[in-house]
């Protein structure tokens, strides 16, 4: 079955130390990856993706993630937290022949410390 | 360009009576997906169109629920009646649509807090 999973209910980090949020992913086929955040009584805001290319993808307010194939992961990271960045982090995934169809990890919760 | 508008942002209601959320997709979308997020979950889909067609309405539970798309633009999702279980955050998301393997970001909606008493 198709599948993410993201192993920590919650990550806390000091503010100006690197963030890592793991999602691990099981699919058969090559994977669509995707990462989104939701603040609180706010939707999911779009932050990065995979599709194919470079395995390294940057994407908004200083995020990037990697996609290693041979570990099935695609872990979120940040080189300088902000307490702004507290929120619940969410990594999706869908492959070919399937992708309308996003399927979710159970989220994770960041909280940054000043 | 705005973003997915969805309304009401929160409803209570007692259990049996029906409930009705709207969605506005993105300008040009052709695709709207409802989704559901129970607390400490990630979303799950319940229905996706292209344009006006229900193409993947696998997950909605039927004897209850609903949705329509009139004009392939706005869509309802109806919950008729209403069980306690169904408190959750009801989700609307829209993306430009997919042609063979492209892939398109879907973007999603503040949602609905629905809390059934």
Do not use: M
Not at chain 1, 15 to 22: A, I, S
Not at chain 1, 103 to 110: A, K, Q, S, Y
């Amino acid at each position: 079955a198709q599948s993410v999973a993201q192993p920590e209910d919650q990550v806390n980090v000091a503010e100006g130390n690197p963030l890592t949020v793991k999602c691990t992913y099981s699919v058969s086929g090559n994977p669509y990856l995707f990462w989104y955040v939701q603040y609180p009584n706010r939707g999911l805001q779009f932050l990065l993706k995979y599709i194919t290319g470079d395995n390294l993808v940057k994407g908004s307010y200083g995020f990037e993630a990697e996609f290693n194939k041979s570990q099935t992961s695609f872990h979120l990271k940040k080189p300088s937290a902000l307490v702004s960045d507290s929120a619940l982090y969410f990594c999706a995934v869908t492959y070919l022949g399937n992708t309308d169809k996003l399927i979710f990890g159970t989220g994770t919760r960041l909280q940054v410390f000043p | 360009e705005a973003g997915v508008v969805q309304s009401p942002r929160y409803k209570i209601i007692e259990k049996k009576q029906p409930v009705a959320f709207w969605c506005n997709p993105i300008s040009g979308h052709n695709t709207l997906y409802w989704y559901l997020q129970n607390l400490g979950q990630g979303p799950e889909l319940l229905i996706r169109y292209e344009n006006e067609e229900a193409v993947d309405d696998s997950q909605l539970p039927k004897d209850r629920f609903s949705a329509e798309r009139l004009k392939g633009v706005d869509s309802t999702l109806k919950i008729q009646p209403a069980e306690l279980g169904d408190s959750a955050v009801y989700l609307c998301a829209s993306s430009r649509g997919t042609s063979g393997d492209q892939l398109d970001t879907q973007y999603f909606g503040p949602g609905t807090r629905l809390t059934v008493l």
